[in-house]
């Protein structure tokens, strides 16, 4: 019955929107706002408690400022941000985030230049491989950089190997790092993936944070956060882990992953 009831109001809603976004004003088209299942808006059309005001417009307390690049996506499949930088990006994503779209695409790739040996890239620089050196996890010998500063990105993991792994990130400086791995405790911000503990730069060495379990097939994200007191925190599948650092500091941050199996693979999504 309640299925039946949201696709009943979702079918009695009128096909052109207008939508007020933090005071700006848009049209679209209701195939265009439910063009991804489970989102902002299905939710809210399907419950059929959200209405128009006076105006005609359904109300959204979001900054407007990327809004119309949103919708020129829902239209046309494309995403432009060559023109933004990396703040401006991260903004963006985070509507995205609050819509509960998914991204278009990986927003950047691993850093080919200078790979660990003991590395191998596939998939448009996009999925990471350990092919060589340590095959249990009795040493780090290996790791990989994003190309690019970044404040969040998300990762499947492919092959798990025993979940030797650090998924976090490492300051743009940097300082003290190495490209064979060892970087839990000398650079960076790291949760050790085996055993749900965390190791950084700033003292942290195997304290506790989560006992959930990572398996293959699995997201993980990594979000810094500005606005949390320049904080850092993961997700798996979108549900999320709590703050694992706060006052993180020694900015900007560059996606890193340290690896001690061979067979463990990660790819960016």
């Not at 990471?128 to 994003?146: D, E, F, M, P």
Request: hydrophobic share 35%; with cysteine; charged share 20%.
């Amino acid at each position: 019955y309640r299925n039946k009831k949201i696709l009943e109001n979702i079918a009695n809603a009128a096909e052109k929107i207008k939508l007020c976004v933090g005071g700006t004003m848009f049209m679209t088209t209701k195939t265009n706002l439910l063009k991804f299942e489970g989102s902002y808006f299905h939710a809210l059309l399907g419950s059929g408690k959200w209405l128009p005001d006076v105006d005609g417009a359904y109300f959204i307390d979001l900054n407007p400022e990327h809004f119309g690049r949103i919708l020129d996506y829902l239209r046309t499949n494309k995403l432009h941000v060559s023109d933004l930088d990396t703040y401006e990006l991260e903004r963006l994503y985070e509507i995205f985030d609050y819509l509960q779209f998914p991204y278009p695409e990986p927003r950047f790739a691993w850093k080919g230049t200078n790979l660990n040996e003991n590395l191998t890239l596939s998939n448009g620089d996009k999925t990471v491989r350990q092919t060589k050196g340590i095959n249990s996890g009795a040493g780090w010998t290996a790791c990989i950089l994003g190309e690019r500063a970044i404040n969040r990105y998300s990762v499947r993991i492919d092959s798990i190997s025993g979940g030797f792994m650090m998924v976090g990130f490492v300051p743009a400086s940097l300082r003290n790092y190495k490209a064979t791995g060892a970087n839990c405790t000398s650079c960076g911000w790291y949760l050790y993936l085996a055993k749900g503990v965390l190791y950084s730069q700033d003292g942290d060495n195997r304290r506790a944070y989560s006992t959930v379990q990572f398996e293959e097939g699995c997201t993980l994200s990594v979000i810094y956060s500005e606005a949390e007191g320049g904080s850092i925190r993961y997700e798996k599948d979108r549900m999320d882990l709590g703050i694992a650092f706060r006052n993180v500091g020694d900015l900007p941050l560059i996606p890193a992953v340290d690896f001690s199996c061979v067979g463990a693979q990660l790819t960016l999504v």
